[in-house]
């Protein structure tokens, strides 16, 4: 499991990315459990996570942050990063975010997949 914490903040909300290889539903299902086990994750507003199967399925988990899921899909598409969950976690701070928020999961993406 690999899990950068603290990465990003913006008017007080925090972020953090985390992922592993998981090759089905039920490994992407463990894999959540196992990160809100912490805490820290347990306590977030949002762990909103996505995943592509190698046989080409796509599964995704918004947890409230609408739209976000989708744009997480495309990036691991782009990435041709199968059988990888990857999670991006957010605590509100209690500033609305707009648009910003998606800004920032690109943000979490990009990091988390360069470090591949």
Known sequence: MKIILNFLSDRGSKYAVSGRS???????????????????FSKATHNTWALILSNGIQIK??????GAGAIMLRMIETAELYDHIVVVTRWYGGTHLGGDRF?????????YISTL
């Open 61 to 66: 988990n918004d947890d409230g942050e609408a």
């Open 103 to 111: 800004r920032h999961i690109k943000t979490c993406m990009d990091t």
């Open 22 to 40: 998981v090759t089905s539903k039920l490994g992407a299902s463990d894999f959540i459990k196992d990160l809100k086990r912490n805490k820290k």
